[in-house]
């Protein structure tokens, strides 16, 4: 009895230090007009409508109005280090400080008049530290270093971007000698501090080849900006995946030696075939083997391009399979068998899934009203999606097929939506709430890659999977021939 008790003791003990409250008050000496948010950056794979799992979740944490109230503390749950953005608007200034917040961490965030802000209590000093030395993201630099877009060759750029690279370095090597780091601190600081200087460079250096003109590079001009990434990427402890830069890097430094294997073709819009999907992730699983989180980031990364991007199944069913024996527990094999079971289901002659949504005159509309006609949905991310180019579908068709809009923006109320669709010969604007794109998305399996689903006059369907094409829509114009009959 005595040794249960122990071990449950030990068990409790380990679980609160797991998880630990962490508290952080925003503050204002007086009213000020502006206003201040706290958003967590939680580098976790979560579904996302349209693209299928996202690698990180914006939490929005709190936002204050200090013309309304001048102090706010919030608190969140952390079993791990995580960064944070601290964001500020006000005065015609718009600045974003990131905050590296640990377990149990207390901390004040005083903001003065100026737009600047002093931090106190524990561990402040990493914030001191982000603050003065890193902005959001390496693009935030740009103007900072004179960056000019039409400006063809910025040299001067690149020289102030290896600078603050060695300022960073001296800077964090003073940092260490009166402070401690912890492991996630300091794999954070050197992922973003490595990867930002080569990206920047990178970018100059492809505008120089494209002479700013939308251009497809030379094989020889790709390999020189590939060997950038090969020659400079460095894998760095599993804590690293907490920079933006470094997460982008180590996908792009995996994918490199596929594409080389297996080029990337303009007919199928540049992305990658099943064999080459197959490729990368196994190059991933065998790269990585000492480094678990970042193995796993990847392979979950690939298993989802492979669930999402490429219309057929057997890649992602044998990716799967692998998947599964490798991570049993993974909260992601649930949501990737539901992805795959609903692909196999919208196969051509199969009854499309009938739903109900709103029309822009607030009358509901469902799928089966629209049967008599073959019928083009068209699944829409944003405002006026698609419509231009369809415009010469819809008028040579005009009599004869439905072009139904559905729109699944997500957080667009209906009255904002309305005002932007306009009515037309043989077209229907509809709008999804979130619960109905939700809907939308397990019987359809949305993909912001294949907008168009084209219907017989049945309702069964003709083809799902069919990508934006330009200038024409070649292949959804071919699955309406089809639909028709002629």
């Known amino acids: 009895m005595k040794k249960i008790t ?11 230090f797991a998880q630990k409250t962490s508290t952080i008050t925003l503050t204002s000496g007086k009213p000020q007009q502006a206003i201040v948010s706290l958003v967590l950056e939680d580098v976790h794979f979560h579904p996302n409508l349209g693209i299928g799992l996202a690698d990180v979740k914006l939490e929005p944490l709190t936002m204050i109005n200090f013309q309304e109230k001048t102090t706010e503390k919030v608190s969140t749950a952390l079993n791990e280090p995580k960064i944070m953005r601290l964001q ?32 106190s209590g524990k561990n402040a000093n990493y914030q001191d530290f982000l603050k003065t030395y890193f902005l959001e993201n390496q693009y935030q630099y740009l103007p900072v270093f004179g960056y000019k877009p039409s400006q063809i060759d910025n040299k001067s750029v ?38 930002e200087p080569f990206v920047i460079h990178r970018l100059l250096q492809e505008k120089i080849m494209r002479r700013n003109r939308a251009k497809k590079l030379e094989p020889a001009q790709q390999k020189e900006l590939e060997d950038l990434t090969l020659n400079n990427f460095k894998i760095l402890p ?13 996908r792009n430094w995996a994918l490199i030696p596929t594409t080389r294997k297996f080029p990337l073709d303009s007919a199928t819009r540049y992305e990658l075939s099943p064999q080459a999907i197959t490729d990368v ?74 739903f109900t949504l709103l029309g822009r005159d607030s009358v ?16 829409a991310f944003n405002i006026g999606a698609h419509e ?35 009515a037309r010969n043989g077209v229907k604007h509809l709008w999804a709430s979130e619960e109905s794109a939700e809907l939308l998305k397990q019987n359809y ?36 021939i089809k639909a028709t009959g002629k």
Do not use: C
């Open 6 to 16: 122990t071990l449950i003791f030990l068990l409790s003990s380990l679980l609160s």
């Open 88 to 119: 500020y608007s006000g005065g015609g200034v718009n600045k974003t400080w990131m905050l590296f917040v640990q377990p149990g961490d207390d901390l004040t965030a005083a903001f003065s008049e100026n737009a600047n802000v002093t931090f």
């Open 158 to 195: 690149a020289q102030q971007s290896d600078s603050l690279q060695k300022i960073r370095q001296n800077a964090y090597a003073a940092f260490k000698t009166a402070n401690a780091p912890v492991p996630a601190f300091e794999a954070y600081v050197n992922a973003t501090t490595t990867t």
């Open 238 to 250: 599993d804590e690293a995946l907490l920079s933006q830069s470094y997460r982008d890097e180590l």
């Open 281 to 354: 992730y196994n190059f991933s699983k065998d790269k990585l083997q000492s480094h678990p989180k970042q193995q796993e980031y990847l392979l979950t990364y690939w298993l989802n391009y492979a669930a999402t991007a490429i219309p057929t199944l057997e890649t992602s069913q044998t990716l799967l399979t692998d998947y599964k024996a490798k991570y049993p527990k993974s909260e992601y094999t649930d949501y990737f068998t539901k992805l795959l079971a609903t692909k196999s289901k919208l196969t051509a002659g199969s009854a499309a899934p009938d």
């Open 364 to 379: 509901a509309v469902s799928l089966k009203q629209l049967e008599g006609k073959p019928t083009v949905l068209v699944f």
């Open 388 to 422: 231009p180019t369809m415009k010469a579908l819809e008028t040579k068709y005009a009599d004869k097929v439905n072009f139904a809009y559905v729109t699944v923006i997500s957080g667009m109320p209906f009255s904002s939506w309305k005002p932007y669709t306009q």
């Open 445 to 480: 399996a949305v993909d912001i890659r294949y907008p168009f689903v084209v219907l017989d006059s049945s309702g069964k369907i003709v083809d799902r999977w069919i990508p934006q094409e330009f200038p024409n829509n070649k292949t959804l114009e071919k699955d309406i």
